[in-house]
């Protein structure tokens, strides 16, 4: 995991398990003065968990928490991915055929690094030269944008910056979810104002892709997931 010191930072903060860890993370150990969270709207079902994002940038002390809408890309993405309302429906984890597990029917197209480009750009015209994402190395299915080498690539072409490149931090990626929450709960983090189902219910389904990890990763943690399930 990343262990130098920033000065000050951006982290990408999405209200699910991983982004708030991370935060978590970063506002204790990673990051010596003020951090800035951002949050987008891009047209996906659970936007529940934008509350969550609220919540927990106030919860460390964020100086600065956007959401940035960018609900056009619902029109523009919702026939390459089920997350986006209106698209395809959300599969369970156990109808996936083994080939759909390096980029099941919920990646949405090119999402991480529309998401980190715009956060580069906000980091740069605000000081800042260190952005913090949550990416994280996926127990059962899989996504090429958070990927080490996804990261390392995105790097090289923020570099290429003549007077204040960006570093995109991802401290988690080779990290599994089950490593993660036991991080979280070293941390203090409260799980119960995080949200990870992609239905966009309610309640959690319990059956969908990110349900099954994060209940696996509770599990194997040896503690209950506070959300409620269906």
């Not at 951002?38 to 460390?60: F, I, K, M, P």
């Not at 750009?121 to 800042?128: P, T, W």
């Not at 080498?149 to 910056?161: D, H, K, T």
Request: proline content about 6%; hydrophobic content about 40%; overall charge negative.
């Amino acid at each position: 995991m990343t262990t130098i010191p920033c000065p000050t930072a951006v982290a990408l903060l999405s209200g699910g398990l991983d982004s708030t860890v991370l935060l978590h993370h970063a506002r204790q150990s990673l990051v010596s003065g003020r951090v800035l969270t951002l949050s987008y709207n891009y047209g996906q079902r659970h936007t529940r968990e934008l509350d969550c994002a609220r919540w927990q940038a106030e919860r460390v002390g964020a100086v600065e928490h956007r959401v940035i809408d960018l609900s056009f890309l619902g029109e523009l993405l919702r026939g390459g991915s089920a997350l986006i309302a209106g698209g395809h429906d959300v599969p369970n984890l156990t109808d996936l055929a083994p080939e759909q597990l390096t980029q099941p029917p919920t990646y949405v197209p090119n999402r991480n690094m529309m998401l980190l480009s715009m956060a580069a750009a906000y980091a740069e015209a605000s000081g800042v030269r260190d952005v913090f994402y949550g990416a994280q190395a996926m127990d059962q299915y899989g996504y090429w944008d958070c990927t080490v080498e996804f990261v390392e690539r995105i790097n090289r072409v923020l570099s290429l910056n003549r007077n204040d490149p960006i570093t995109i931090h991802a401290p988690f990626v080779t990290m599994k979810k089950t490593e993660v929450v036991k991080l979280g709960l070293s941390l203090g983090v409260d799980f119960s104002h995080t949200w990870s189902c992609y239905r966009g219910e309610s309640k959690a389904c319990g059956t969908c892709p990110t349900c099954v990890e994060r209940l696996t990763a509770f599990r194997e943690a040896g503690i209950p997931d506070p959300v409620p399930y269906a």
